[in-house]
């Protein structure tokens, strides 16, 4: 008999750059939903970094790092705490990803990516009739 797949209620927060995450970025994130990756994870273009709070994708930039100015107040440099990232099994992964998505698997770690890597050709690819 024919199964059903379940289908994700929830968006993915995608990067929208190639480098290091960056904790200032991560902590402004946090805000939007649930990261997979913690501070000084590289990153790619098209990386799912983690769930979004809402039901659509969201292309962020986990690379954006704190103006570095002479100018400040004293007390307003607290500490940015992050909370702990999701880690996913193989298993959770597969289950987690929607057709648009692939499981990318190293020695070192799990990784969910678009299969289309930049956000102009995922638009592109949206808009394209069926």
Known sequence: KGGVIGKRKNGVLTANANGKALTNALFNLQERGRLFIGHGVEVYE????GIHS???DL???ALKGKQLTNVRASGTDEAQTLVPPVKMSLEQALEFIDEDELVEVTPESIRIRKKLLTENDRKRASRAPK
């Open 46 to 49: 098209g990386m799912v970094i």
């Open 54 to 56: 809402r039901d659509n």
């Open 59 to 61: 292309t962020v930039n």
